[in-house]
């Protein structure tokens, strides 16, 4: 099987088997969660046998889905897990902006140095933007979960924050390109 293929699956699959099991569940959460902490711990697994190492994003993801799973089942409150795409965006945001005072360089330059070769002030906007755009996205999910029901919340985390961060990716690139080194 194509690599690209499996690490697609790998980063997508268990928010497909998560959305698809919640709503063939009677839009049940509490069906839905173990089976998606489940495939995202086999998806680490199956990172680490492809590429010998598990990517921080990944890692840290995996944890804390398993983390705030583990508690919405344990304590039989959704809050839990309502949270948890908050905590990840806000713990990002904080990893990059802390990271440009720790390293003296922004972390999204030491992430990406072999994919992407930036000028250091296209580094810098980039890493600011991606700050903003992670706290952005935390406070986006706050108001959904606090305003719409639980099934509009599902959709909203499968159907939209995916689609909001390509699309905003995407509207990166001609930042990368005017900073590009040559």
């Not at 952005?136 to 919340?153: D, G, H, K, M």
Request: avoid cysteine; aromatic fraction near 18%.
């Amino acid at each position: 099987m194509n690599k690209t293929l499996v690490k697609f699956i790998t980063d997508f699959g268990p928010l497909l088997i998560f959305f698809i099991i919640y709503h063939k569940g009677e839009n049940n959460l509490k069906t839905a969660i173990p089976p998606f902490v489940i495939a995202t711990l086999i998806s680490l697994v199956v990172v680490y046998f492809l590429e010998k190492k598990v990517p921080m994003v990944p890692l840290i993801s995996g944890i804390l889905i398993t983390f705030f799973g583990g508690l919405t089942l344990y304590f039989d409150n959704k809050i839990f897990f309502y949270m948890k795409p908050t905590i990840i965006n806000l713990l990002f945001a904080l990893v990059l902006l802390f990271g440009r005072y720790f390293t003296d360089k922004p972390l999204l330059k030491i992430f990406f140095k072999n994919s992407i070769k930036l000028e250091d002030e296209g580094w810098k906007k980039l890493n600011y933007r991606w700050i903003g755009f992670f706290i952005l996205v935390a406070a986006l999910n706050e108001v959904v979960w606090r305003t719409q029901s639980e099934s509009f919340w599902v959709n909203f985390k499968v159907w939209g924050l995916l689609p909001i961060t390509f699309l905003f990716a995407a509207s990166q690139i001609a930042l990368i390109n005017k900073y590009r080194l040559k």
